[in-house]
């Protein structure tokens, strides 16, 4: 008896397995999934998508350090890396990011709020090594671990500033992303300019 059931449970598994692999070819071969960034996930793919990616984030962040203190010019720094790199597509303190990156999916967090939802660590891995499948680039290839540790820093402290607060890190008179080149475009805020007429 104890056999047979052992038996049964065996088929029943590889019995679940083939048809989970099915199911995965049959998506993958047929294009039933729409991947147009104009469409929402469903909610199970992106619950998924969000959970393993903090799964992941988390589980190999630990070995991630960082001093204990930022100080002020290391913070500037950090703001300066932000407002050329990040602004476009998770916005300022008191501004919003570029219209065209609301067309991501996933969409960009609004990283004012959102860094609270992170450790310092975390975050520097995330910049480090970037998230597959979501345009968040891995910085780890073109900037040093100083840079790195200065826009950790910077993003870290984001919650708490204000929008004069961070047109002084910048060094900018308008603490929006609204001036921020669109890297598809080289317009601010991706919107086309006006041409000059031709005399």
Known sequence: MTKKFGAGLALGIIGTILVAIAIWLTLAYTGAYNVAAS???????RWTFDTTMRRSVASRAGGVELPATVSEDVLAEGAGHYAESCAHCHGTPGGEPAEWSRGMRPEPPHLVEAATEWTPEEIYWIVENGIKMS????????????EMVALTGFVSALPGLTADDYATLTGSADGSAEQTPS???GEPNGEPQPETPVE
Not at 39 to 45: C, E, K, N, R, S
Not at 135 to 146: I, L, V
């Open 183 to 185: 890297p598809a475009t």
């Open 135 to 146: 345009g968040m680039p891995a910085f780890g290839g073109h900037h040093s671990s100083e």
């Open 39 to 45: 469409a929402q996930h469903a909610d199970p793919v």
